[in-house]
């Protein structure tokens, strides 16, 4: 059955890793990724009866040098702390 899923990339007190995995149904697809509270999620359309894989996404703040040839796809900008930091989310292919 198909559903909206979040997925979460920072929780309260954690820091903003530059490269994340998360585990997801097979085929989900990324509809945006907001901050929520103090918490950064990802959500996505998946079918709950499909198995899971690692999905990768590299994290860019705002000014920072980005390598071109490890991002696939924009999925969206989240802002933290009022807007003082902004970060953007691309997905990163597995070699």
């Known amino acids: 059955m198909k559903r909206i899923w979040k997925f979460c990339i920072k929780g309260v007190g954690d820091q903003i890793e530059d490269q994340i995995e998360i585990g997801m149904p097979e085929g989900a697809e990324i509809l945006c990724v907001q901050s929520q509270g103090e918490g950064v999620f990802i959500w996505a359309i ?9 999905r990768r996404f590299a994290v860019y703040g705002t000014g920072q040098e980005i390598d071109a040839i490890t991002v696939e796809r924009y999925i969206g900008t989240f802002q933290l702390y009022g807007g003082k930091l902004v970060f953007h989310l691309f997905g990163v292919p597995y070699k």
């Open 46 to 54: 998946v079918d709950d009866n499909m198995g899971y894989e690692r």
